[in-house]
């Protein structure tokens, strides 16, 4: 089966298999994912980050050494 044709079938599927899909997908290529790229993902999310700017600044600030 191609891609196109995968493609049209899974365009075909009623809703709620097309979630149940994409759900089956992400526990699938979740396993590839390293545990500290999902950590920072979630981290992310909850808006834990500093820009990479602003933190060679604060750096800078504690150890100009650095």
């Known amino acids: 089966m ?3 044709e995968l493609l049209h079938e899974i365009e ?3 809703s709620e298999e ?3 899909l994409v759900d089956k997908l992400v526990q699938l290529t ?3 994912v390293p545990e500290s790229l999902r950590q920072s993902m ?3 999310a909850r808006g834990e980050f500093i820009e990479m700017d ?3 600044k604060e750096l800078d600030r ?3 050494s650095v």
Do not use: K, M, Q
């Open 62 to 64: 504690r150890d100009p």
């Open 42 to 44: 979630a981290e992310a």
């Open 18 to 20: 097309r979630i149940r």
């Open 12 to 14: 075909a599927l009623p």
């Open 2 to 4: 191609s891609v196109a």
């Open 54 to 56: 602003e933190a060679l």
């Open 30 to 32: 979740e396993a590839d």
